[in-house]
């Protein structure tokens, strides 16, 4: 089981940690694992890329674990409101995604938000 726990700060989404293997199928042919690789990555490149915003990710392959972060979502570091509202945004929105993915795939995924402020 693959699970996500996102990171919210004040109401807002800023991150997010994938921890485990999805286990719908076998390596190489879990579409599962392949979907939330390629969300992850393209909400990454986004971050840094569309919205020229720095975010922290950490990847893990030993532990299977991604960690990703980004101070642009929050008040505190981004004083530019479009910036915030849409970093803060796609972040909502991979949250809202694995959340109707549930449905389907609920024996394989777990998703979860703890409150908690950004830490340096």
Do not use: W
């Amino acid at each position: 089981m693959t699970k996500i726990v996102f990171f919210r700060s004040g109401g807002v989404f800023y991150g997010f940690e994938e921890q485990g293997h999805a286990g719908f199928a076998e390596a190489g042919d879990d579409i599962l694992c392949a979907a939330l690789s390629s969300m992850t990555m393209f909400l990454v490149n986004t971050i840094e890329v569309a919205y020229a915003s720095n975010v922290d990710y950490e990847i893990d392959e030993g532990a299977t674990r991604i960690t990703v972060r980004a101070k642009a979502a929050l008040p505190e570091f981004e004083s530019d409101d479009y910036k915030r509202y849409a970093v803060s945004g796609i972040m909502m929105g991979y949250y809202c995604q694995l959340s109707d993915m549930l449905e389907e795939y609920g024996d394989y995924l777990d998703v979860a938000v703890v409150d908690k402020p950004y830490e340096e």
